[in-house]
């Protein structure tokens, strides 16, 4: 399938390993040039030289935290005007209720929740003004179905879901579609700390807690960086642009529901 974004720009936050480094490589693989980001330079710098010598495109790595001001300041400096926004970030702790105040919260909704809005809030005007523009969240399945564990996560990424459901109807009819992908468990440095946690919390080995998870996945194993970043890249493509507002659900049949 011809994806006609070849030549584009993209913004690709939280990309030097796992899902958003699946995102960056099925984007430059469609010929779009990238500005990729993480805190850690040396990954960073690894993972652009790799993708740019690999698929030719023109990848600028920028070495911030997203999630602080003068992180986004930097990264949306050197980005410009993209014409594709990827927004991702690392996902809060595990935890019980009872561990979580104020402040932990407020770390949350920063990280998974006004970040992403910081960015899009920044970067839309200039792809609506072009008339066209894709921004693609990076949340979680825990937004259709909660992870208990994971409440820091459910709260915030449910608060992202909601700002965008109202404003991709706001800025549709300039072009431009904003739309989630919600992963289930994939195989990235993430879905390895979340099993040491279950390691540690049951006293089983890894292999356990992973044979574990996977038996309530009907797919029966992990997703892979690749098939996320394959569904990022169709919904940032020219074929994707009645596709307004959506939940997707990356999660080889996790969640169980109708619709
Ligand atoms: P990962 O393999 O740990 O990769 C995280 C990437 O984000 C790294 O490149 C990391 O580099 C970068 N990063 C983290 N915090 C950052 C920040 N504040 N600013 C800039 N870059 C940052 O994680 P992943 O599995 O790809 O997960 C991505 C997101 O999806 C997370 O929010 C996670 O909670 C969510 N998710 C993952 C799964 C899963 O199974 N993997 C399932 C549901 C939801 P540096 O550390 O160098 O910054």
Redesign the pocket.
Known sequence: METGIAGKRALV??????????CAEALAAEGVHLVM????DG??QA?AREISDKYGVEVTPV??????EE?RAKVLAAAGDVDILVT?????PPGMWTDWEREDFIKALD??ML?PIALMKALLPAMMQKGWGRVVN?????VKAPIAV?GL?NSARTGLTGYVAGTSRQVAGSGVTINNL??????????V??DQGVCKAQGITMEQAQAQRMAGIPAGR??T?EEFGAACAFLCSDKAGFIVGQNILLDGGAVNTTL
């Open positions: 936050c939280a990309s030097s390993k796992g899902l958003g480094r699946g980001n993480a805190r850690t990954p960073l993972a070495a911030a935290d997203i999630t602080s992180g991702n970030a690392g996902g809060p990280a998974n970040t990076i949340t979680s399945q825990s994971l996560s919600l992963p289930g468990i994939h195989a990235t440095d993430r879905a700390s979340l992990y997703g960086p």
